[in-house]
């Protein structure tokens, strides 16, 4: 049996206890620097989340602040009275919670509905002024067209509008309030009188020709459409001050379109002892209205004019069915709704309707009868005796008497160009010469010119010699006629 020393056999526990501390004591340190260094790490980006939050508070305080003074530019340049402080708390707050919810933890769908909300709301401004303006605008058109009473029946189709426009048209403040509002989506609208104008309704109209609509000047189109076939109608081309040729016509109509002969249209007459002694009046002619229908010319200017008027139809509703219509012989078709042309068919036989309505509205501005003028571009007129009723016609069948032709006129025509003779009472009737015709036993202007014989002894030849001669030989000639001319 061998012997062992007892002592071999005990294990000292120091070391490893003092590595097991050491160990103990590594990880504490390990963890407390590693928890320390977590707790530096959370303060820091809690001070750059903190310090994030500040810089976003500040930049959309700034925000507000511009997109306030915005709102007050708006106000400020706004020709209507409107008090928009209270858009600016609501707008300014809306504002900063939208910018706020903009974080890099925001879900994109929150960023996304936050973005559109606050580009609605930077839109305020730009849509209140655009608002302003138009309504502004509408209540101008409403007064002038109340004033004018040029106002298209289009527009009473939306009567509560009319009413609040009318109102604020008549410049009178106790009789209009004025007040604003924004909708769910941040829209502006302008309530007068109760009645709102919101800006989605405006700018639908404003796209559409307008809220208010006028009658287009019915006048000057039909000027345009004479100016444009100067072969039917007397077209006089002036110079204006700047030098541009500037055309007019006063809707008479060349010699082409006139027909038959000149007859007096009596204007005036002079009773004595309740009789009719004396009549007045000026040298007329018909117009030959079924020959300037016919015309090519005249064709082509009314279309041209009238498809100017379709290109809005608005326009041509009104000048059709509130305009028009004033000329009962026009014979004028009224005209259902553009709305209410369903099929393109329908919208082609509207406008064909229009043009035919236009040029039957053209003819019927013609006078059925047109006065006549001289070589000086005068009216010709006429005093005479009232025929007898027991005689019928004429004066006795005498020669006439000093009435019977102005003496202003006769001067101007025996004081014409040495080289323009004046015929007096002639078989020959020479066109735009003033003649006495023996058979009517009238003084007249003619436009066509026959044959005739014994002319030679009553022409006024610039042979005779000076003006004061020719009166000579006309008194000569009508010495009942002519005694008292100067």
Same mark, same amino acid.
């Given at each position: 049996?061998?012997?062992?020393?007892?002592?071999?056999?005990?294990?000292?526990?120091?070391?490893?206890?003092?590595?097991?501390?050491?160990?103990?004591?590594?990880?504490?340190?390990?963890?407390?620097?590693?928890?320390?260094?977590?707790?530096?790490?959370?303060?820091?980006?809690?001070?750059?989340?903190?310090?994030?939050?500040?810089?976003?508070?500040?930049?959309?305080?700034?925000?507000?602040?511009?997109?306030?003074?915005?709102?007050?530019?708006?106000?400020?340049?706004?020709?209507?009275?409107?008090?928009?402080?209270?858009?600016?708390?609501?707008?300014?707050?809306?504002?900063?919670?939208?910018?706020?919810?903009?974080?890099?933890?925001?879900?994109?769908?929150?960023?996304?509905?936050?973005?559109?909300?606050?580009?609605?709301?930077?839109?305020?401004?730009?849509?209140?002024?655009?608002?302003?303006?138009?309504?502004?605008?509408?209540?101008?058109?409403? *007064?002038?067209?109340?004033? @004018? !009473?040029?106002?298209?029946?289009?527009?009473? $189709?939306?009567?509560?509008?009319?009413? %609040?426009? &009318?109102?604020?048209?008549?410049?009178?403040?106790?009789?209009?309030?004025?007040?604003?509002?924004?909708?769910?989506?941040?829209?502006?609208?302008?309530?007068?009188?109760?009645?709102?104008?919101?800006?989605?309704?405006?700018?639908?109209?404003?796209?559409?020709?307008?809220?208010?609509?006028?009658?287009?000047?019915?006048?000057?189109?039909?000027?345009?459409?004479?100016?444009?076939?100067?072969?039917?109608?007397?077209?006089?081309?002036?110079?204006?001050?700047?030098?541009?040729?500037?055309?007019?016509?006063?809707?008479?109509?060349?010699?082409?379109?006139?027909?038959?002969?000149?007859?007096?249209?009596?204007?005036?007459?002079?009773?004595?002892?309740?009789?009719?002694?004396?009549?007045?009046?000026? *040298?007329?002619?018909?117009? @030959? !209205?079924?020959?300037?229908?016919?015309?090519? $010319?005249?064709?082509?200017?009314?279309? %041209?004019? &009238?498809?100017?008027?379709?290109?809005?139809?608005?326009?041509?509703?009104?000048?059709?069915?509130?305009?028009?219509?004033?000329?009962?012989?026009?014979?004028?078709?009224?005209?259902?709704?553009?709305?209410?042309?369903?099929?393109?068919?329908?919208?082609?036989?509207?406008?064909?309707?229009?043009?035919?309505?236009?040029?039957?509205?053209?003819?019927?501005?013609?006078?059925?009868?047109?006065?006549?003028?001289?070589?000086?571009?005068?009216?010709?007129?006429?005093?005479?005796?009232?025929?007898?009723?027991?005689?019928?016609?004429?004066?006795?069948?005498?020669?006439?008497?000093?009435?019977?032709?102005?003496?202003?006129?006769?001067?101007?025509?025996?004081?014409?160009?040495?080289?323009?003779?004046?015929?007096?009472?002639?078989?020959?009737?020479?066109?735009?010469?003033?003649?006495?015709?023996?058979?009517?036993?009238?003084?007249?202007?003619?436009?066509?010119?026959?044959?005739?014989?014994?002319?030679?002894?009553?022409?006024?030849?610039?042979?005779?010699?000076?003006?004061?001669?020719?009166?000579?030989?006309?008194?000569?000639?009508?010495?009942?006629?002519?005694?008292?001319?100067?």
């Amino acid at each position: 049996m061998s012997y062992e020393n007892p002592q071999r056999q005990v294990i000292s526990t120091a070391p490893a206890f003092q590595n097991l501390q050491q160990n103990i004591s590594s990880a504490v340190n390990t963890a407390a620097a590693g928890a320390i260094d977590l707790a530096k790490r959370t303060s820091d980006d809690l001070k750059e989340k903190q310090k994030q939050l500040e810089d976003l508070f500040t930049k959309a305080q700034a925000d507000a602040s511009v997109w306030g003074g915005s709102l007050k530019t708006a106000e400020t340049n706004s020709s209507i009275p409107v008090d928009l402080s209270l858009w600016s708390a609501q707008g300014k707050k809306e504002l900063l919670i939208q910018k706020m919810r903009i974080t890099p933890g925001s879900s994109p769908e929150a960023i996304a509905d936050a973005q559109q909300k606050i580009e609605n709301i930077n839109a305020i401004p730009d849509k209140a002024t655009q608002l302003f303006a138009w309504v502004k605008g509408y209540i101008d058109t409403t *007064r002038d067209g109340l004033k @004018n !009473k040029t106002l298209s029946s289009l527009s009473m $189709t939306n009567d509560p509008a009319m009413k %609040a426009l &009318a109102a604020a048209a008549s410049n009178n403040t106790n009789a209009v309030k004025y007040s604003t509002k924004l909708d769910a989506n941040n829209n502006p609208i302008l309530v007068i009188n109760g009645h709102e104008f919101k800006y989605d309704d405006l700018k639908r109209a404003d796209l559409q020709g307008g809220l208010v609509k006028l009658i287009p000047d019915v006048n000057s189109n039909l000027e345009s459409t004479k100016k444009k076939a100067p072969n039917v109608f007397n077209v006089i081309t002036t110079k204006n001050k700047d030098g541009k040729s500037v055309s007019e016509t006063d809707g008479t109509v060349t010699n082409t379109f006139l027909t038959g002969e000149p007859y007096l249209k009596i204007t005036s007459v002079t009773k004595t002892g309740g009789k009719v002694t004396e009549e007045s009046g000026i *040298r007329v002619v018909k117009v @030959n !209205k079924e020959a300037i229908a016919m015309d090519p $010319t005249f064709i082509a200017s009314t279309n %041209a004019i &009238a498809n100017g008027l379709l290109a809005d139809p608005a326009d041509a509703y009104s000048a059709n069915n509130d305009k028009m219509k004033e000329f009962p012989d026009a014979d004028i078709k009224p005209l259902k709704l553009w709305s209410e042309c369903k099929t393109q068919q329908e919208k082609d036989n509207w406008r064909i309707d229009f043009i035919s309505n236009w040029k039957k509205f053209t003819l019927a501005s013609i006078k059925d009868e047109q006065p006549i003028k001289n070589e000086a571009g005068n009216y010709v007129t006429e005093t005479r005796l009232a025929p007898k009723a027991d005689k019928g016609g004429g004066n006795g069948g005498g020669k006439p008497t000093e009435g019977s032709i102005s003496r202003g006129q006769f001067n101007t025509n025996i004081s014409s160009s040495e080289t323009t003779p004046v015929y007096f009472p002639s078989s020959t009737r020479l066109s735009g010469r003033l003649q006495y015709d023996d058979a009517t036993q009238t003084w007249g202007y003619y436009t066509n010119q026959s044959a005739g014989t014994g002319t030679e002894n009553w022409m006024l030849d610039p042979a005779f010699g000076t003006s004061k001669s020719k009166k000579a030989l006309a008194k000569k000639i009508y010495p009942g006629l002519f005694t008292n001319l100067p």
